[in-house]
């Protein structure tokens, strides 16, 4: 699976017309969730675009109430009748907390697999002990580990861990939900290339290897923004003075 340096986080997005505008756009990567309660508006925003489903890459993530074996599966189906599609590229356990047992959710996850249910395993929001721990009872590969990810929380281990590994490793809440705009270093670094932090913090990520990113945008002028990021080319001093802005505060526990 090759996901594109910016793909679309979807968290927030009740309205199709922008799923389908991003699409046409460029957007090729679409994140999803159960929890999110919008598969639905990503699934006619999929079938409004003028754009292949084949071209796409629609992931959805199983909540931590139905990571039980046959939830995994009822709720999968779920998920691809809400999205319109047979099967989707990419399906994670979203957090591994209350019904998550490695020893039973992720065979389940093996077998809608292996039926063409999903194309390819994920997971999120996974320590690097539960990683090993998964890793060991999946006969699948993981395809990429879901986590929040910008300059204010730079994720050193669990990017080691996914080049190691050999998985892609998907920022989510790239911009930090706005608080990369109020950064002074971003800021002046920014003005330097004559553009924003928010691009200048996408394209931190899209410059590192096996790092790709979801931003949320709802408007045309953000959706254009983020996507043009991926351009971006910053100056290798510039790399090394936003390693050293870490804050060690993220959003999510
Ligand atoms: N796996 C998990 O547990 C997990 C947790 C959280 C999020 N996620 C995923 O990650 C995605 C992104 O994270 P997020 O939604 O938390 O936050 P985010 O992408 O860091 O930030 C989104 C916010 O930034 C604004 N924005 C976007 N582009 C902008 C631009 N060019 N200039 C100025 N403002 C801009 C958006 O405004 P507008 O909407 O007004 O454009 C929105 O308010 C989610 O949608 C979801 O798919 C996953």
Do not use: C
Not at 184 to 209: D, F
């Amino acid at each position: 699976m090759d996901l594109p340096e910016i793909g679309l986080g979807t968290m927030g997005i009740e309205e199709s017309e922008t799923i389908a505008r991003a699409i046409e756009l460029g957007y090729r990567h679409l994140d999803t969730a159960q929890i999110y309660d919008n598969e639905a508006v990503v699934g006619r925003g999929i079938e409004q675009a003028d754009v292949p489903r084949e071209e796409l890459i629609v992931a959805t993530k199983v909540w931590a109430d139905s990571l039980a074996p046959e939830d995994v599966r009822r709720s999968t189906e779920e998920s691809l009748d809400r999205l319109g599609v047979d099967f989707v590229d990419l399906l994670y356990v979203h957090r591994p907390i209350e019904t998550y047992d490695p020893e039973t959710t992720l065979p389940a996850f093996d077998s809608i697999r292996e039926e063409g249910l999903i194309g390819n395993v994920g997971v999120s929001n996974f320590t690097t002990d539960q990683l090993d721990e998964a890793r060991k009872v999946l006969d699948s590969p993981i395809a990429a580990h879901q986590v929040e990810m910008h300059p204010l929380y730079q994720q050193s281990e669990l990017l080691q861990y996914a080049r190691d590994d050999g998985h892609a490793l998907v920022a989510y809440s790239p911009l930090a939900q706005g608080a990369v705009f109020e950064n002074p270093e971003l800021q002046e670094i920014a003005t330097k290339y004559e553009t924003t932090p928010v691009q200048v913090s996408l394209a931190w990520l899209a410059g590192k290897e096996n790092v790709v990113s979801i931003p949320k945008a709802s408007s045309m002028e953000h959706l254009e923004a983020n996507l043009a990021a991926a351009d971006l080319r910053l100056d290798p001093e510039d790399y090394e003075r936003i390693g050293g802005i870490e804050s060690g505060e993220k959003l999510f526990e």
